[in-house]
């Protein structure tokens, strides 16, 4: 055991400090910390390098088989030597020293006497502790599975949840759980069953006691929990949603914890039922969360940004808040500019997000609308509507259809981006969805006179004949619809409905159909076709009249 102990006093005194000023310059509520892509995996912690030995070259400088006598020297230096050498104004003799103690400490001779200091279940020597904890933290940069295999993760579990330990020894041992169960569901779901939940959220909530280093810690953890399903129910049964969305705001300027809470607070939320999710987005209403996402919005790290997004959504699709997320200045131009162009090779998922986002905000909102068109959104718009991407291009046709429906003024510039033939083309080819929404988009450029000549020139009639065709009833009716508009134009129109079969497929409307409304449309426009052009008479009376007359007799 005295042997152990002297390994543990040369860590301690050395790399300790080390790693605890490391910790504190990286940390410091700063920008500093652990920078990576949310979702499945994050970064290390302070990695200490090791370099081709410079211990061995500084004692053998005349060494010819280095590598073999490296290994004797391992085997062969005391630990008084090695507490000389890790003392060494060397960067890299003190690193290698360090090195192989670790070395030293991971073996069958030392390892098990480490772990039963780690323990120390009475407290009787919580220096010898503090010590330990540091060293299987520093072990737990490369030695996970055996680390797993002697029981680590129960030991920290115990470790955590003793209120007698110090902030350093609870920081060590934050971290080495964050590397044990990084990406690892069984570990994860395992130490949540420990009871450890409650300390690591007591570490995020008490500012006074716990140091910032801890807190961020903490937060990687619960941030690794919150990216397990199984666990969301007792994550959000202890409250976790309004404690992050406090360290939002608390962190402030901190764009690294913000991103973790933010993604936290994503995953949480977007797990919740229809009838759990607003008392839970309430609370988050309440403590203002919508400037600080607004905030967030502006900041240069496109990550935060993005995570700013995606919990937008969770409120907007839930229709909550949709009002007061239209207000906060310039997110009409943020969410625009994040739509991009669907030919680029960008990520095609954050703009299937936004342009979400922005159909959810902009519903029955005028205002919004008008800034939409203003900051240039149908220029990204038009572009997604022929888009291979189904979701995006339904968001963007569906966002087409409130812009074209509330502000005709914007019809003009519709025209002149080729949008109308880009309906058009995805008439024959998109879903019922799109295309009901596009049957919709044409019936509001009918109802504007001026738009007549520019649709008449068009091929919207071979649309309008694949809708009356379609299988959809909805659809039928929409280009039944849309026929008697074209009707309505001019002698002209009529003619050109008689050119695309339309008195075929309207007269087979009027007859098969099992919708009343749809064979009233129908015959609504046979009629004022008959009206406009007397040559169409023989035809409508042979297809529609004639099998009518048949039917009731």
Known sequence: MSEALLALGVIGTVLVHTL????????????????????????????????????????????????????RKDKTLSLAALARLAKSDSIGVRDSALHILLNRAMSDDFFGEIMLLAWDINNEDPVAKERAVC??????????????????????????????????TYRNAVVSLYRLILNNVRRKVSIAKTGVLDRLLLFLTDRAAFSNDLRYWSLLVLHQFCLSDLLH???VYKGLIPILGAMTRSTFGNSNMQKYCLHALV??????????GPPKLQELLDMNIVSIVGACLKNEDAELVSWAVFLIQEFVVRQTARQAFSKVRGIAKILVDMIGHPSSSADSFMPRVALRTLKCIAVQNDAFQADLIKV??????????????????????????????????????????????????IAHTANSDVCLYVSDIFVFLCGVSKNRPILLNS???????????????DLQYGGALL?????TFSTESAMLIADYDGIEILSDMCVNSTRQDMQVVAAKALSTMARKDPDVHDLIFRHAVFPIVQGII
């Open 483 to 487: 026929a008697l508009n074209i009707a």
């Open 135 to 168: 060293v299987v933290q520093q072990l737990s940069q490369t030695n996970r599975p055996r680390l797993i295999k002697w029981g680590a993760l129960k030991m920290l579990a115990h470790v955590i949840s003793d209120s007698e330990n110090s902030d350093r």
């Open 376 to 425: 240039g959104a149908l220029k990204r718009l038009v572009p997604y509507v022929e888009s291979a991407d189904n979701e995006a291009q339904f968001w963007a046709v569906s966002l087409l259809h409130d812009l074209v429906a509330t502000h005709s003024s914007c019809h003009e510039q519709f025209f002149a981006l080729k949008g109308l033939d880009a309906l058009v083309k």
């Open 267 to 276: 995953r949480l939320i977007s797990s919740l039922s229809a009838t759990e």
């Open 20 to 71: 605890v000023t490391e910790g504190e310059r990286r940390m410091g509520m700063s920008e500093g910390g652990e920078a990576g892509v949310l979702g499945t995996a994050a970064v290390d912690g302070p990695q200490f390098g090791v370099t081709a030995n410079p211990v061995m070259q500084a004692e053998e400088a005349e060494e010819t088989d280095k590598t073999d006598r490296t290994r």
């Open 459 to 473: 091929h919207i009639l071979s649309a309008i004949m694949v809708f009356c065709k379609g299988a959809e009833t």
């Open 233 to 235: 129910p007792i994550l």
